[in-house]
């Protein structure tokens, strides 16, 4: 088993710590991760994305060029993306920040993230919605171990972040689970 | 959170390249580092300015990379384990300093966590520092270079660094990328580990001439025939070193490969990528670990049973010189670099090494 997830988005939205998520729930799962960020000279509102590989062997190359699941949070990471997109290639997309929608291959699934996320009162755990949708599509990781690394990290900071986190969590992997039951 | 080292049961720990190297230094008893910030090695510094003072240590951020290399010295020529690091720029700065180093057989580890060249050029991931690294300074001497491919490694090697620099009174480099500081992967620390040269004595080191006589660590030689004598001195410790330290290591290297892959660091990591992928090829990796000592010797014998010897860098051609030297047919040898931080993917280098045999795996 190897799954290679790129993640994009704009800085602020949570991009590099959802691919850190996936990375401790694969190494949860005793899986070998990388996790390869961006790195420029990238600051709030700027392009983002991150680069994370979940095996059970030796992972060779960090830096994915052919992804199984490509997370797009917004129309300039989807612009950015779109060309990455092979047949088999999972692909999430915010749709609450994605309008024009010009992926012709793979698999596509769309989540209003950002408007799920704004429901609960808490903008900021679009990613973690986007999270619960890729545990709903991908069932070789457990959600309940993405709760236990999210509880393990955010506890300690503060027990009502780590509440609204998981509720947008379970919003994210149930709107899947009602609204795509062939994917 | 992000880019903090969580640790593991089983001190497994999912870690960032530069932190790793920064564990490592801790783990193999270094207690004195000097740096000064760049991108894409500023978490070493940032990282070790809380780790080193936990350990009991000295953490400087110095003015300049020709303080931090000097201060170095300094810690070196007293018997400290020290350690400083930088990226491509801030290394070039510090060349002065390595050489005195070598002049004067101070140990002392230096970490290179190359980005995009020449000039200020950019934070990406590069490989161009290769010349530098295994001939740094002016004046007739090596230092050892270790190339690490995974962070693993990185932790690995720089406590390797420590032992060597120790063991024969020599600088070390430890030469990564960007690609390779930044990166996150799970590795095991090995805490409990014993370095093997930890505790040997250093009766050279200037430590108070209390209760002996006075000696003096200088790399200034006017006597005549003093320069040349100490040289070759140098010369015969750089001997025992290619004789005794060369490491490498042979991926899905067997008695039926037509083409041999050499390539180091990040892009012998893309490399083993393509050998997974290319099922229709029989190609094999041989991977320099020791950048100096080169592997001349086992290069030149692999490369007799192959038809093609592919090169790939993140370079215009730097240690191709190396494996030029090493392989007696140079027509064998095919090359592909990027450069100004350009990653090779795995498919490019496929397509190219289908290219050059057209299509025939050879």
């Not at chain 1, 919605?129 to 599509?137: K, P, Q, R, S, T």
């Not at chain 1, 991908?138 to 955010?154: P, Q, S």
Request: glycine share 8%; net charge neutral.
């Amino acid at each position: 088993m190897e799954e290679r997830i790129i993640i994009a988005g704009s800085g602020g939205q949570g991009v590099q710590t959802l691919g850190f998520l996936l990375a401790e729930v694969g190494m949860s799962d005793k899986k070998r991760v990388t996790w390869l960020p961006s790195y420029g000279a990238e600051k709030r509102g700027g392009f983002s994305f991150c680069h994370v590989v979940i095996s059970d062997q030796e992972i060779y190359s960090p830096y994915i060029e052919s992804p199984d699941t490509l997370l797009l949070f917004d129309q300039r990471a989807l612009n950015t993306y779109k060309d990455y997109v092979l047949n088999h290639t999972l692909v999430i997309e915010n749709s609450s920040l994605i309008k024009e929608d010009t992926v012709v291959n793979g698999k596509k699934v769309s989540i209003p993230a950002t408007d799920i996320a704004n429901s609960i009162l808490f903008t900021q755990a679009a990613n973690t919605v986007m999270a619960g949708a890729y545990f709903a599509l991908k069932t070789i990781f457990h959600v309940e171990n993405a709760l236990k690394v999210m509880r393990a990290v955010l506890v300690k900071k503060s027990k009502q972040i780590f509440e609204k986190n998981e509720k947008a969590l379970y919003q994210g992997f149930n709107f899947i689970k009602e609204n795509y039951q062939y994917v | 959170m992000l880019g903090k080292t969580i640790k593991m049961p089983q001190e497994t720990v999912f870690i960032k390249g530069n932190h790793a190297i920064v564990e490592a230094a801790i783990d193999a008893g270094c207690r004195f580092y000097a740096g000064y910030p760049i991108t894409p090695q500023n978490e070493i510094p940032e990282y070790m300015s809380k780790r080193m003072p936990e350990a009991g240590g000295t953490f400087i951020q110095a003015e300049s990379e020709l303080i931090s290399i000097n201060l170095v010295f300094g810690a070196g020529a007293a018997g400290a384990r020290a350690m400083t690091t930088s990226s491509s720029p801030g290394i070039s700065l510090m060349q002065e300093g390595i050489s005195y180093m070598a002049g004067c057989e101070v140990p002392g580890v230096i970490v290179n966590i190359q980005r995009g060249g020449p000039g200020l050029g950019n934070i990406a991931p590069s490989q161009s520092d290769y010349y530098q690294a295994v001939k740094p300074g002016h004046g007739d001497f090596h230092s050892i270079v270790l190339a690490p491919h995974n962070i693993q490694e990185m932790y690995d090697y720089t406590v390797k660094a420590f032992d060597l620099a120790d063991k024969y009174r020599i600088p070390v480099i430890v030469l990564s990328d960007g690609l390779l500081g930044q990166l996150m992967e799970n590795i095991t620390l090995k805490k409990d580990q014993e370095t093997e040269y930890l505790d040997m004595p250093k009766d050279w080191a200037l430590t108070g001439a209390k209760g002996r006589d006075g000696q003096r660590i200088l790399s200034l030689l006017m006597r005549p025939g003093a320069l040349e004598k100490h040289n070759e001195h140098l010369r015969e410790k750089h001997r025992t070193i290619c004789d005794n330290e060369i490491q490498y290591e042979c991926f899905s290297i067997d008695d039926d490969i037509d083409c041999l892959i050499v390539a180091f660091g990040t892009v012998a990591r893309i490399s083993k990528g393509v050998i997974n992928i290319a099922k229709d090829m029989r190609i094999g990796l041989f991977r320099p670990i020791t950048l100096w000592p080169f592997p001349y010797m086992k290069i030149n014998e692999l490369s007799k049973r192959v038809k093609k010897v592919f090169v790939f860098e993140m370079n215009y051609g730097q240690m191709l010189d190396d494996v030029k030297i090493a392989v007696e047919n140079s027509d064998k040898i095919e090359f592909y670099g990027r450069t100004g931080g350009g990653i090779p993917t795995q498919e490019e280098l496929y397509q190219f090494i289908k290219a050059r045999t057209k299509g025939r795996g050879y």
